[in-house]
């Protein structure tokens, strides 16, 4: 994992938004300088995931991602390496772009470009600013899915409750978000 190393650039006010309905989404603000290798960490741990899938960005007409052996087998321009380059860099004139995580069940992420703020001496590399919902859980099938068991959810007659209440535990509740943890793993990466 690298490093992230204190900004003497701008900081960026993120928001990202998950492709759930209900709408997920974490209001995030970084230094510009963070590496979108960087940035991925913060993202899954202000969301909630586990970093069990693969991942890409997409900006400004780019992917950018972990370097791969199979970036061109489709005949795609290969990925910028994601510890390659800065958000500063990319993100230049940008307002929104994308995050994909997890290739099978698609969750796609819209981050917009809230606000351009002057540097902060004083500010950790990244810091969760405000949220609301709860992640939905690795290999739920992604928006389809996770729809399903929201349903079965509300259906306490329903045949798959009991099931899926044992996989996701009796206190998953899909409109809680805990700030202050969320908050706090976000400074341990950014700690790293």
Not at 5 to 10: E, S
Not at 65 to 82: H, T, V, Y
Not at 123 to 137: E, H, N, Q, S
Request: net charge negative; hydrophobic share 40%.
């Amino acid at each position: 994992m690298n490093t992230i190393a204190k900004n003497t650039g701008g900081r960026l006010r993120l928001k990202i938004t998950s492709n759930t309905s209900p709408a997920i989404w974490r209001r995030v603000e970084v230094d510009d300088d963070l590496t979108f290798g960087d940035f991925h960490r913060v993202i899954q741990v202000a969301m909630g995931w586990d970093d069990d899938h693969l991942h890409e960005f997409q900006v400004a007409g780019q992917r950018v991602s972990m370097p791969s052996l199979d970036d061109d087998l489709f005949g795609e321009r290969p990925a910028i390496p994601e510890d390659s380059i800065t958000l500063g860099e990319l993100l230049e004139g940008q307002r929104k772009f994308r995050y994909w995580y997890d290739f099978g069940d698609d969750w796609w992420h819209s981050i917009a470009v809230e606000k351009r703020l002057p540097p902060d001496p004083d500010a950790p590399p990244a810091m969760l600013v405000a949220g609301t919902g709860a992640c939905p859980p690795e290999d739920c099938g992604g928006v389809y899915g996770y729809a399903d068991l929201l349903a079965i959810l509300k259906d306490p007659d329903h045949e798959e409750y009991e099931e899926t209440r044992d996989w996701l535990g009796e206190d998953f509740d899909p409109a809680a978000f805990d700030f202050a943890a969320h908050a706090a793993r976000v400074a341990a990466v950014a700690a790293r």
